[in-house]
Nanobody, 124 residues
């Protein structure tokens, strides 16, 4: 019923910038939170940044001051602006959506949806 699609990953050099986007679609009533998580090889998935439907943001300490999350609620889209990228930021970045939406039978349900992930590689 609800899905999210990420875009914007790629290969950049240290110090460069990238902007990720995640668009949600489906029978969404309201968004509780949208956010970005990442997983590097051999590591667990970790929080990068989240934003609530009211605009409250939360960042991992490792990205504070370098990354910025924003949301266009009218388009159900969240963005992650990543500046001053470091090799340690290399990972697959996953979009996460927590929302209230209409379920298969038409009733209101709460759902958590993950995207397929987009690769970000920072290397010289």
């Amino acid at each position: 019923q609800v899905q999210v699609v990420e875009s914007g990953g790629g290969l950049v050099q240290p110090g460069e910038s990238l902007r990720l986007a995640c668009a949600a679609s489906g029978r969404i009533i309201s968004i509780y939170n949208m956010g970005w998580y990442r997983q590097a090889p051999g590591n667990q998935r970790e929080l990068v940044a989240t934003i609530s439907g009211s605009g409250h943001t939360n960042y991992a300490d490792s990205v504070k001051g370098r990354f910025s999350i924003s949301m266009d609620n009218t388009k159900h889209t969240v963005y992650l602006q990543m500046n001053s990228l470091k090799p340690g930021d290399t990972a697959v970045y996953y979009c996460n959506l927590e929302a209230e939406n209409f379920g298969p039978r038409g009733g209101k349900v709460d759902s958590i949806t993950w995207g397929q992930g987009t690769q970000v590689t920072v290397s010289s």
